[in-house]
């Protein structure tokens, strides 16, 4: 034991010395590796979890808000709905609330001009929503996605807000986009000021187009806004009869325990009370996984790559000291301080790197993606490392180094001592 | 009479290579005795180094024995022999064989260190043994900062640091002029002067006449001494 530790301090003192005095451009160039292969295997695993997340939160912050209440799975509507937004505005935690009507349609674009019975209409079925602009903002801040026109008014009556991809220039037209035999796609040609007829129910109305709104959810972004009480009336719904509230709560309250309370208080009985997380389903988890696994993988190849090159590397340094390890061996240094000095340097070289990774991660790449999100098409990418899944990795990339360093030095050190030291 | 600190009975080194057989070594049975002084030589592949290389047990014999203060190294397992060559032997090789990112003192340091496990507080005697080699003054250079000459002393001192009782030197002077090879030569006297077997290979007759006795070999067997 004691020869042991002894070999292991002898060891250490000769990896102190090839690292002081050693080729600075070989340790600048295995440090190198291990510093990317590091991020490679931190952030691009949590860059792939980071875009299921993001995607759950831009549905959070963009439609669902942090609690969603919707019609039991039997109803039409949620059943007292005004009772409702006034219980769930009384509770601890709550901050705002938007409560939405809910109809199907079809917005045709061009319906002045005659057409040819063997065309398409240029038209397109969608979901209607119905808004208070003021409320609806305050949760999920529905003003921010208008990139053309304007957002909606409290007193505008015949406008509305189409999603982007509604319109033929942001979502083109092909059964891809959604088009049928009875419906294209997409409207061809309407820009904010043009009118569109929209059929709610069968009944035909005039609308003018006042902005194109466009988010990370479908649910923005296939949708058709207008003013709430304009909704009801067209739709002659009560007013207490509403489809959709989206709650966001007050920072640091939890969304489960909030949800929770609405239930135990009875709303349970008329609604459906969910977290934002809960209203996803579990494909938001399924596919949370899937990329989890998909960034283990990437980092697994990502380990291996790093132990194949820590291995040449060691290799190729230990062959070029092959006979100063001979001469080791000769002056009885034993094999265990020479290949223990080895796996040291080896450990030395991925302690730096990783050090320097996890500088460079927590320091830059971590704040600078949570300041400007990576613009993904369906959502925010942000990402995901937290400290103990790195420190996981971190630990899991030094003992891969470990192996590879100390098997190419065992490699050089078992060859016989004179053969070593006169080279042959 | 006392008994051999070293003894070959008939060892032989064979190497092949495809189907030659080389006899490096060809069945020598030698005797060497406590505080000697014994010069190795013979003509270039006679079989010198490798009959060197046998009886400091960097290699091991392809036939007979190679006993050091009595035991049979053939038995010894592998970390047995490298305790031996630690503790026992110093080593001068042809080359100096310094490790280069070691400074000299660090260099002559090294084999007690992995022997005592004492580094810092310890260095005094590597001190004095580079001082003793006329080096007190370049215990901090680098191999490369250093001449050929003292590149040679700095081995020497390691050879000493943890007191051998047989001292290998293996054409010591090989690399170097004629002053500094008298100089190594003076320096190898001394020690044996002092009490510590010496085995030296050596081409040249006129450092082979230093010693007390001479072996000369021919083809791998020896032929006087």
Known sequence: MYMTLRSLRVGFFLMLRYLRRGSPWASLLIVTIMFLTFLNVVVVRGVLVGLPIG??????????????????????????????????????????????????????????RP????????????????????????????????????????????????????????????????????????????????????????????YEVVGVVEGKVGEN?????????????VLGRSADKKDEVAIVLTSGAAATAYAQTLRDAGLAEFATVQTSRESQGQFLDDITDTFNLLGNGVGFIGIIVAAITVFIMIFIVALNRQKQIGILKGIGINRLTIESSYVFLSIAYASVGIGLGVLVLYGVIAPYIAENPIDFPFADGILVAPWDDTFARGLILIATTLIAGYLPARLIVQKPTINAILGR | MQAPVIETRDVKKHF???????????????????????????????????????????????????????????????????????????????????????????????????QTGCYASCSKRGEELLARVGLGDRLHNLPNQLSGG??????????????????????????????????????????????????????????????ERIITLADGRVVEG
């Not at chain 1, 039997?74 to 059943?79: A, F, K, L, T, V």
């Not at chain 2, 943890?162 to 001394?190: H, Q, V, W, Y």
């Open chain 1, 221 to 233: 972004s296939r949708r058709v806004f207008m003013v709430d009480r304009h909704l009801r009336k």
């Open chain 1, 55 to 112: 995607a759950s939160l831009s549905y959070e912050h963009e439609y669902s808000g942090q609690v969603l209440v919707t019609p039991l799975a039997n109803q039409r509507h949620i059943d007292r709905t005004n009772y409702i937004e006034q219980f769930i505005a009384a509770q601890e935690g709550y901050r705002a609330h938007t409560a939405r009507y809910l109809a199907s349609g079809v917005l045709r674009a061009d319906f002045e």
């Open chain 2, 150 to 211: 003292e590149q040679q002393r700095v081995a020497i001192a390691r050879a000493l640091v943890n007191k051998p009782r047989i001292l290998f030197a293996d054409e010591p002077t090989a690399n170097l002029d004629s002053d500094t090879s008298e100089n190594i030569m003076g320096i190898i006297k001394e020690l044996h002067g002092q009490g510590i077997t010496v085995m030296m290979v050596t081409h040249e007759p006129e450092y082979a006449a230093r010693a």
């Open chain 2, 16 to 114: 092949t290579i495809g189907e030659v057989v080389t006899r490096a070594v060809d069945g020598i049975s030698i005797q060497i005795h406590e505080g000697e002084f014994v010069a190795i030589d013979g003509m270039s592949g006679s079989g010198k180094s490798t009959l060197l290389h046998l009886l400091s047990l960097l290699d091991r014999p392809s036939e007979g024995e190679v006993r050091v203060l009595g035991e049979d190294t053939s038995r010894f397992p592998r970390q047995r022999r490298v305790s031996m060559r630690l503790t026992t032997f110093g080593y001068v090789f042809q080359d100096y064989a310094l490790i280069p990112e070691l400074t000299a003192l660090e260099n002559v340091l090294l084999p007690q260190f992995m």
């Open chain 1, 115 to 206: 057409q040819k019975a063997s065309l398409l209409p240029d038209q397109v079925g969608a979901a209607l929503v119905g808004i208070d602009p003021y409320a609806e903002d305050r949760v999920t801040q529905l003003s921010s996605l208008v990139i053309e026109g304007r957002y909606l008014r409290e007193g505008d009556t015949s406008v509305v807000l189409v999603g982007s991809q509604l319109l033929e220039r942001y979502a083109g037209n092909t059964p891809e986009s959604g088009g049928t035999p009875e419906t294209s796609g997409s409207l061809s040609g309407v820009y904010p000021g043009d009118t569109i007829r929209l059929t709610i129910d069968d009944v035909a109305g005039e």
